[in-house]
């Protein structure tokens, strides 16, 4: 198994999480993320004083999937989350070793 | 504060039930002011001092109401004494005071004046509280409030209002707390800073305000009660001042707005949410000595002069190096100042009194009186403020320990957080006897 790890555009969310469906997942994780990378921050002024705010929020998406289809579904979050524009995030995948059902205790692929 | 209405000087003058019921409305109105000052100074803060920030304006609608009827009232609006102070047994515990018996020279009852200048002095504290955000053991406040309004405001409300104070029989123009209240409050502001000194982390930090949203929530209110506040202060409206004051007050403030959002622009690129709540307030402060006295183009002038003064005074902390948090001084104290010596340009003799300023020919008379008043009261309350807060501070400290203060004041001072975000709870469990057992719950629906 392999737990796949997005961070991307709030906005884009419903877009990827329609490609994850379509490309047949069934659950996912969504936290509010803030973050910077290349993408640089912007400037906020209160009564004058002027604030650089470096973080930028994101949302991290997380998914488990098996191995063989790891590759196909981190171009399927890719594509969705693409605007071309600098800021659109990262995707990347690590190996899991294991998952549990919490309800019916079921174990590995079976638990996805 | 208006003198008596002299039309009626030969007969004494009858209660008004419309004076009466509007004088009511009007203090309600400024009563309304302290929360909403609360919420203005409450959402400038940061998340973990937002309650503190709103129960040091709270707390004043406690301490001040009780103070006040025990001897405040009596010491502010009593008979006078050497100009400086006034005392009456009757006015002590409000208990000596007649239902029917009027305010000497007015239609209203003593105890609607009561009331309403109750309000301002509970306001007038509450808006020192903003200097010294984060900070400030809630103990050491609630004390400093007390000696506070009982050693400046009650005797500088005398001053300027009470029948006989050295300021009111001198002229000075201060239709409704330019120098009473904001001038006596940013010079207080001042003056306890000076002796507390910095939050951890100024200029240093990121200090952001938490919510805009609740700072215009909390500018809309005060310019809402500021009605009360402005057009109450001719504690009638037997002659059409209180009505001139009131459009006054809107031109003013919708001026000040605009000036402090046009200057903000240039400046910094943007309209923000934030200079269109203080460039509001600005105004509102600066119109208050001087509404009755001024025409609505002299109240855009005064806003507009306002909006731009406070907009730039508000850097100068940073400058200089003292941290007026919430920017008592720079609004309330440059506001006030402004509004009072505008008076002595813009009074144009044809309202409140025959008085002329300057631009309507009157010469430099009325703006050298109002020179002294503003003078006056910003020394005195200035050095007093320090005084006490210098006292306060060696006996019982008047700040929180720097651990307590950089993890935040809320939980050490109230044993609250603003808001629970997480929908965990934030990890709360109950362990006090308040908090029933948990039930058991029993048809519990099972979840597939």
């Known amino acids: 198994m392999k737990l796949i790890t997005a961070v991307v555009k709030p906005h884009r969310l419903d877009e990827i999480k329609e490609a994850l469906q379509a490309f047949g997942v069934h659950g996912l994780t969504v936290t509010e993320a803030s973050g910077y990378g290349r993408q640089r921050g912007h400037t906020e002024v209160y009564r004058g004083a002027e604030y650089t705010v470096d973080l930028v929020p994101k949302i991290r998406i997380e998914v488990l999937v098996e191995d063989e289809d790891a590759e196909q579904l981190i171009d399927v979050v890719v594509k969705a989350a693409r605007t071309g524009k600098i800021g659109d995030g990262k995707v990347w995948s690590v190996p899991v070793e294991t998952a549990v059902r919490v309800r019916t205790g079921e174990r590995g692929p079976d638990a996805l | 504060m208006a003198p008596a209405i002299t039309t009626l000087a030969a007969d004494a003058p009858e209660l008004s039930a419309a004076n009466t019921g509007f004088m009511l409305i009007c203090s309600a109105l400024v009563m309304l002011m302290t929360p909403a000052l609360a919420f203005f100074y409450g959402g400038m803060v940061r998340v973990k001092s937002t309650l503190n920030m709103l129960m040091m304006s709270f707390i004043s609608l406690g301490i001040v109401t009780i103070l006040w009827v025990l001897f405040g009232f009596s010491l502010a609006f009593g008979t006078d004494i050497g100009s400086i102070i006034g005392w009456s ?9 007649g239902v029917t018996e009027l305010w000497d020279g007015y239609t209203i009852p003593v105890y609607v004046f ?122 009638g409206n037997d002659d059409g001042v209180g009505a001139v004051m009131f459009v006054n007050t809107q031109v003013a403030t919708a001026a000040a707005m605009l000036a402090w959002l046009a200057y903000e622009k240039i400046r910094h690129g943007a309209f923000t949410t934030l200079g269109a709540a203080s460039g509001a307030v600005a105004g509102l402060v600066a119109i208050t000595p001087s509404g009755g006295a001024v025409s609505p183009l002299g109240a855009i002038a005064i806003g507009v002069i306002a909006g731009l003064l406070c907009a730039m005074a508000v850097g100068l902390k940073y400058k200089f190096g003292y941290d007026d948090s919430l920017d008592v001084i720079g609004v309330h104290l440059v506001g006030g100042v402004l509004g009072s010596l505008l008076v002595g340009l813009f009074a144009t003799g044809g309202v409140q009194s025959d008085v002329k300023g300057l631009f309507y020919g009157g010469g430099l008379e009325q703006l050298g009186k109002q020179a002294i008043g503003v003078f006056a009261v910003l020394a005195y309350s200035l050095i007093a403020s320090a005084i006490l807060a210098l006292v306060i501070d060696k006996t019982m400290g008047m700040r929180v320990s720097e651990d307590d203060e950089v993890s935040g004041i809320d939980q050490v001072e109230h044993a609250e957080t603003a808001y629970d975000f997480s929908g965990a709870g934030g990890g709360a469990s109950s362990r006090s006897t308040a908090a029933p057992a948990p039930a058991v719950t029993e048809n519990k629906k099972v979840d597939a």
């Open chain 2, 89 to 97: 047994s009757d006015y002590v515990g409000l208990s000596g005071i």
């Open chain 2, 114 to 235: 009561a009331a309403f200048q109750l309000m301002f002095a509970i306001l007038t504290p509450a808006l020192i509280s903003g200097a010294l955000a984060d900070r400030v053991k809630f103990t050491a406040w609630a004390l400093f409030i007390t000696l506070w309004v009982t050693v400046v405001y009650f005797p500088v409300a005398h001053w300027v209002w009470g029948a006989g104070g050295w300021l009111f029989e001198m002229g000075v123009i201060d239709f409704a707390g330019g120098t009473a209240v904001h001038i006596n409050a940013g010079a207080a502001a001042l003056g306890v800073i000076l002796v507390i000194g910095k939050r951890v982390g100024f200029k240093k930090d990121p200090m952001r305000p938490h919510s805009l949203p609740l700072v215009m929530l909390g500018a809309g209110l005060l310019w809402f009660g500021w009605f009360g506040f402005n057009a109450g202060s001719w504690l």
